[in-house]
């Protein structure tokens, strides 16, 4: 008898903890309701504006009828490299098996509405909505950003130092940080970090001599600081700009010296014996991307590749730059996969921000290959998409969408990134327009 | 363009208006018309409540009132550029402006025009009203003399540094 109302007495309970709802310190009446397929997400907004015909396509200079088809991207994708007339030089690839074949990869998706610009082609696939013709590139976005979805929605609430935005260009894009939508905003933006700039030459020249505050001058500054902010009648939230905690800035105010002083050594991806000047503004964000990654291990984590945008002039510099930013993608795979924190708990995508045109411009480069640039023609809105991540969790080796039934969007990222980290049901439905990619998932 | 309407804070203006009021009855209105207050080195107005700074400075003029504070002169053109491509570079601009600032605090130039841990001491009184001045451009009020006072005289291990990397990235110090 007691052991029947002790069983009674336990399914009752634990009805009631499935079923109450629960007042989290956020106020929300239920907990995040989704289930994490993994704890890391990096995003690659692997841009500059790439044609599908150079890489899913394979066709090399094929397509410009000026020698044979192949793949310069042996890192991302299964096929076989160009046979001869080589415009770039060949590196060996840094991963075993191509990432496609470690993952699902979205042959033909659509960059559907709005112009093919590339802080345009940004704004897509980090808010999940397309932009109109008049994108102010001056202010933060109007919708919110991945990063502030999932700073709000995941529970319990993360701080920045789970989300980044490496990003290798300034200009706009620290602007992608957080939005101005008033319900999300800078408390839930990502740190923005230009690697070029930050750890430049003028940083190097003017801070690699700072030292760190000690925790006493940083206990004195507080003291004080806090004492003439509590007189003013303002707060840091009327400050544009996000904010760590006082210890998470400290954190990275230490990361950033010591790697501008050497104390953090840092690896570039090149293959053995390529010397460093073969080294792009890409592969530096990359490996930038993966210092954060090593020191950090955010949960979220966006980096972009922007170099191909050559191709308004230089195909064969274009073609170059494929190859090194593919190259690129492999050893930073292989280094998440050698980290003990994010090995095989971690999902990477990959999408370009805008695909370029299918008819050239006039400008030939030295090879008298033609350039394309990227007018919002229909061949520039085709873009494709590789989701790769564990196998019990992504579907391995699956290709999925042709040219003439494309499958997916660049709105799509987003939700399928929530969908990843189980925050996906607390996003507002009408928030965000696009689906998941279920494909990519077993 | 922004009207201003307030005293001057230079000392021997004062000792002029007190002399020439003490020899004379006559009334006067004085009316100084500001532009552009931040960045007038010669002629620095002085608010008068802290309540009176709104606007909040862009990057390039929190870093040219930093620059002009420490070195009591105008940033080169081209430093400024560096600085203002630099703050950009970081999205926590806490953070980025204590990157700055230390660097300033570092130089030898500004640090050496430091007032001395011990002049500090030796008058607190003087010293927290003339950083006031200095960075808030406005005079304490009684209770922020007195509370500036008593966690100087509490800690003994407070810089002339300390105070003013905290005056410098206080939430007032952003605004004007």
């Known amino acids: ?442 | 363009m922004q009207v201003f309407n307030r005293m001057k804070i230079l000392p021997l203006f004062f000792s002029f208006i007190l002399l020439f009021n003490a020899g004379c009855k006559k009334e006067h209105i004085i009316t100084t018309v500001y532009d552009n207050i931040i960045f007038e080195i010669d002629t620095v107005p002085v608010y008068a409540s802290a309540n009176e700074k709104d606007r909040l400075k862009t990057p390039l003029q929190y870093i040219s009132s930093l620059y002009s504070n420490l070195y009591f002169s105008s940033i080169p053109s081209n430093e400024l550029d560096n600085l203002v491509i630099y703050r950009l570079s970081l999205g926590d601009k806490n953070l980025v402006n204590e990157i700055i600032l230390n660097s300033m605090l570092k130089d030898p130039e500004v640090y050496s025009s430091l007032p001395s841990n011990d002049d500090m001491r030796s008058d607190i009184d003087e010293f927290i009203n003339t950083t006031y001045l200095r960075f808030y451009l406005r005079n304490p009020t009684e209770y922020e003399k007195y509370g500036l006072r008593e966690i100087i005289e509490e800690d003994l291990t407070i810089t002339v540094i300390d105070i003013y990397r905290s005056f410098l990235l206080s939430t007032e110090y952003m605004f004007y």
Not at chain 1, 426 to 435: M, Q, T
């Open chain 1, 1 to 442: 008898m007691q052991r029947r109302k002790f069983l009674r007495n336990t399914a009752l309970t634990a009805a009631g903890i499935i079923s109450a709802p629960y007042i989290l310190p956020s106020g929300r009446l239920f907990a995040a309701s989704g289930t994490r397929l993994v704890n890391h997400v990096v995003l690659v907004v692997f841009g500059g504006g790439i044609r599908n015909q150079e890489t899913v396509g394979q066709q090399y200079l094929l397509n410009q009828g000026a020698g044979p088809g192949g793949n310069v991207m042996y890192n991302m994708l299964e096929g076989a490299a160009p046979s001869g007339s080589l415009v770039y030089t060949p590196w060996e690839p840094a991963v075993t098996t191509p990432l496609s074949a470690q993952g699902t990869l979205f042959k033909h998706m659509r960059y559907a509405e709005g112009p093919t610009g590339h802080f345009n082609g940004h704004s897509v696939v980090l808010t999940g909505r397309y932009t109109e013709t008049g994108l102010n590139l001056n202010i933060n976005p109007e919708y919110p950003t991945l990063f502030e979805y999932y700073r709000k929605h995941s529970d319990p609430a993360k701080s920045a130092m789970n989300a980044w935005w490496v990003s290798l260009d300034l200009g706009p894009y620290p602007a992608l940080n957080y939005s101005r939508h008033p319900d999300y905003g800078s408390l839930y933006g990502a740190n923005y970090i230009s690697p070029l700039t930050t750890f430049g030459d003028y940083a190097d020249d003017k801070f690699s001599t700072l030292n760190a505050l000690h925790p006493e001058e940083l206990s004195r500054l507080n003291t004080v600081k806090t004492f003439l902010d509590k007189n003013f009648d303002r707060s840091i939230v009327d400050i544009p700009g996000m904010v760590n905690t006082a210890e998470e800035k400290q954190e990275i105010h230490e990361f950033i010296l010591k790697l501008l002083q050497g104390d953090i050594p840092v690896e570039w991806p090149l293959p053995s014996g390529v010397a460093g000047s073969n080294l792009t503004g890409d592969l530096i964000n990359i490996a930038s991307a993966w210092k954060i990654m090593e020191q950090f291990h955010p949960e979220l984590l966006v980096v972009n590749t922007t170099n191909l945008d050559v191709c308004h002039t230089d195909f064969s510099g274009y073609i170059q730059n494929l190859h090194k930013s593919d190259y690129g993608i492999g050893w930073l795979w292989n280094k998440i996969q050698s980290d003990p924190v994010m090995s095989n708990d971690t999902i990477m995508i990959m999408i370009p921000e805008h695909g370029r045109n299918l008819e050239p411009n006039t400008i030939t480069d030295i090879h008298g290959l033609n350039a394309y640039d990227h007018t919002t023609d229909e061949n520039s809105r085709d873009i494709f998409g590789l989701v790769v991540g564990p196998s019990d969790i992504v579907n391995h080796g699956l290709v999925i969408g042709s040219e003439e039934v494309p499958n997916g969007q660049s709105i799509d990222i987003v939700p399928t990134i929530a969908h990843i980290l189980g925050f996906k049901d607390d996003i507002p439905s009408y928030l965000l327009p696009g689906g998941v990619m279920d494909e990519a998932f077993v």
